[in-house]
């Protein structure tokens, strides 16, 4: 069992960028698959991206691609979530999620059942 925990949120300006992480105190983090996911204001929670325990494959959903930027640095046992280019679409609370890589590799990264482990999420503002 791991519990995430994520940080790095704020207020940006739009155009900015920031990095969010993810981080556990559980040496088992760096075992699992790390997803990050959002939800806005009135909107469904929505898969953003993810990488394999391992860090060797990462996976975007494709209205992602290009902004986003996700990694892992396992002996720190953190994972990154680089946002570039903030867009008055972004706002959410951003959440990261851990999943076994079985359950990754059955259900599909870009699921939420998927993850069986999530943080509490971290609020990212953009200013106009």
């Known amino acids: 069992q791991v519990q995430p925990v994520e940080s790095g949120g704020g207020l940006v300006q739009a155009g900015g960028s920031l990095r969010l992480s993810c981080a556990a105190s559980e040496r088992t983090f760096n075992t699992y698959a790390m997803g990050w996911f959002r939800q806005a204001p009135g909107k469904e929670r929505e898969f953003v991206g993810g990488i394999s325990w391992r860090g060797g494959g990462t996976y975007y959903a494709d209205s992602q691609k290009g902004r986003f930027t996700i990694s892992r640095d396992n002996a720190k046992n953190t994972g990154y979530l680089q946002v570039n280019s903030l867009k008055p679409e972004d706002p959410a609370v951003y959440y990261c999620?851990?999943?076994?890589?079985?359950?990754?590799?059955?259900?599909?990264?870009?699921?939420?059942?998927?993850?069986?482990?999530w943080g509490q999420g971290t609020q990212v503002t953009v200013a106009s």
């Open positions: 999620a851990a999943g076994s890589a079985s359950s990754v590799a059955t259900v599909g990264p870009y699921l939420e059942h998927a993850y069986e482990y």
